[in-house]
């Protein structure tokens, strides 16, 4: 069974940087893609970033310019470098794979950004 384990999380004030991975346990085969979600209290889970297997890209508008999804060459982790982070970025980043094996989803990791 692949795990997903995101790390990089944490506090840093507003206009500041994190850089979250993400890490399979093991290499994962027929990519289809790999993406970032958040959710923020009493908000439902959205769609922050995501790279295809031919390494397109595509964002939330609301982080367009900011954030920067990319993975290493064997697939095995997925990054997601933020800049410029704002309050409204407080959330739980997720990581997803989508396989041919299957549909992964990490635990998560706390991002919270202060005023």
């Known amino acids: 069974q692949v795990q997903l384990v995101e790390s990089g999380g944490g506090l840093v004030q507003a206009g500041g940087s994190l850089r979250l991975s993400c890490a399979a346990s093991?290499?994962?085969?027929?990519?289809?893609?790999m993406a970032w979600y958040r959710q923020a209290p009493g908000k439902q889970r959205e769609l922050v970033a995501i790279?295809?297997?031919?390494?397109?890209?595509n964002y939330a508008d609301s982080v367009k310019g900011r954030f920067t999804i990319s993975t290493d060459n064997a697939k095995k982790t997925v990054y997601l470098q933020m800049n410029s982070l704002k309050p409204e970025d407080t959330a739980v980043y997720y990581c997803?794979?989508?396989?041919?094996?299957?549909?992964?989803w990490g635990r998560g990791t706390q991002v919270t950004v202060s005023s």
């Open positions: 093991r290499i994962i085969f027929s990519i289809n893609t």
């Open positions: 997803n794979v989508i396989a041919w094996m299957g549909d992964y």
């Open positions: 790279i295809t297997s031919g390494s397109n890209t």
